[in-house]
């Protein structure tokens, strides 16, 4: 095999669509995902042991997630600062 038959090869393909055609089919064929994580960005933090399980735990004696009970103490210490709370669960 010679080290130019990929240059050839490609010489012999039709010619490809034009940009603005080529992304209009990857939109169709791609499916617009949206999730609860959209626009939102990570905080975190490293607690002890201790702290972590006790959160854990009264997330599940409250039926809440963890990121409930988050924003929701969030939400109080905007209000100690007297700051706006933002109200995202």
């Given at each position: 095999m010679s080290r130019f038959a990929a240059i050839r090869s490609e010489?012999?393909?039709p010619a490809s669509?034009?940009?603005?055609?080529?992304?209009?089919?990857?939109?169709?064929?791609?499916?617009?995902?949206?999730t609860a994580r959209s626009g939102k960005k990570?905080?975190?933090?490293?607690?002890?042991?201790?702290?972590?399980?006790?959160l854990h735990l009264l997330a599940l004696e409250q039926g809440s997630s963890l990121q409930?009970?988050?924003?929701e103490a969030f939400d109080d210490l905007m209000r100690k600062y007297g700051k706006h709370p933002f109200g995202e669960r």
């Open positions: 010489k012999s393909k669509p034009p940009p603005s055609e080529t992304a209009d089919l990857q939109t169709l064929a791609t499916p617009t995902r949206v990570a905080v975190s933090g490293y607690f002890s042991l201790e702290m972590s399980r006790g409930a009970l988050m924003g």
